[in-house]
């Protein structure tokens, strides 16, 4: 297939687009938010890329749609059922890499929608369109359905279940690894900002900024009040109790409570993965 347009082409064509807040998302997207706040490697910024210029092409020379009339109305839920039925019959590709095409949309929209609220309407649009099942491989994944479930599993009457429950949305929300979130202090998460945000250390001491929902901020705050009554700043964000003495919380107590929360919703829900990892939530 002919390239008809690449999404860092430069900015003269932004000029001529209807859809131009769809188009400074992408950019804001692949050039700030993914090297800078999720410190993706360039491997991987550059599997986001070519999905979205994939994407723009398939619009554009199989849709017959003009570049210039593309926004956020035309990728919706049919488009990218189109989009991805085409991967699979067209051009060969397998059920693994529609599902990694599919994550990387979800991905794009979920930043975008966060960025934008008036795009959280597209963004749950897309939500419609679900992962293709592979057969007897392990699912990598986890639809919406299932992550609402799991999410429905914590006690929130107890101390643990608020705990375990704002945990989890803080992953989901962020993209953190296990550990980044186990090493946040209270002061890490800003909630008083004007973005509200969580200040993450990544691998290699790398450092970045993500802004998080005013959902999550909610959990943060109900949160604090159960564990943090005096607002130390340097307590960790996540501790456990031993001998009356507060220690970091352990990537196996986090493993336990995720495992037992997914065998719980997988009577539920099927959809739900078995032996659910920590790691699962960050691939929404």
């Known amino acids: 297939m002919a390239q008809v347009f690449r999404l860092d082409s430069g900015g003269e064509i932004m000029k001529k687009l209807k859809g131009e807040t769809l188009f400074r998302l992408?950019?804001?997207?692949?050039?700030?938010?993914?090297?800078?706040?999720?410190?993706?490697?360039?491997?991987?910024?550059?599997?986001?890329r070519e999905t979205l210029n994939q994407l723009?092409?398939?619009?554009?020379l199989e849709k017959d749609i003009p570049l210039k009339d593309v926004t956020f109305e035309t990728i919706n839920s049919h488009m990218i059922t189109d989009y991805l039925d085409w991967l699979e019959k067209e051009r060969h590709c397998s059920i693994s890499t529609r599902n990694q095409r599919l994550a990387g949309?979800?991905?794009?929209?979920?930043y975008a929608g966060r960025m934008d609220l008036t795009v959280m309407i597209f963004q749950q649009d897309l939500e419609k369109v679900p992962f293709k099942q592979t057969g007897s491989k392990t699912v990598d994944f986890m639809t919406?359905?299932?992550?609402?479930?799991?999410?429905?599993?914590?006690?929130?009457?107890?101390?643990?279940?608020?705990r375990n429950l704002f945990f989890m949305i803080?992953?989901?929300?962020t993209g953190a690894r296990t550990r980044e979130i186990l090493d946040l202090r209270v002061r890490n998460f800003r909630a008083d900002s004007k973005?509200?945000?969580?200040?993450?250390?990544?691998?290699?001491?790398?450092?970045?900024?993500?802004?998080?929902?005013?959902?999550?901020?909610?959990?943060?705050?109900?949160?604090?009040?159960?564990?943090h009554p005096d607002k130390d700043s340097e307590e960790y964000l996540f501790y456990t109790v031993r001998n009356s003495i507060l220690q970091q919380m352990s990537d196996d107590n986090v493993a336990r409570f995720v495992k037992k929360y997914g065998k719980a919703a997988k009577e539920?829900?099927?959809?739900?993965p078995g032996n659910l990892h920590p790691h699962l939530f960050r691939s929404q």
């Open 26 to 48: 992408i950019h804001e997207y692949l050039t700030v938010y993914l090297p800078n706040q999720r410190c993706c490697s360039p491997n991987t910024i550059k599997s986001y």
């Open 56 to 60: 723009f092409d398939f619009i554009t």
């Open 105 to 110: 949309l979800r991905s794009f929209f979920k």
């Open 144 to 162: 919406e359905q299932a992550l609402k479930v799991v999410l429905a599993q914590p006690d929130t009457n107890t101390k643990k279940g608020i």
């Open 170 to 173: 803080l992953m989901y929300d």
């Open 195 to 227: 973005t509200p945000c969580v200040h993450l250390t990544g691998k290699g001491n790398k450092k970045r900024i993500v802004p998080v929902m005013a959902k999550t901020v909610e959990h943060f705050h109900n949160y604090a009040k159960l564990y």
């Open 268 to 272: 539920i829900c099927t959809e739900v």
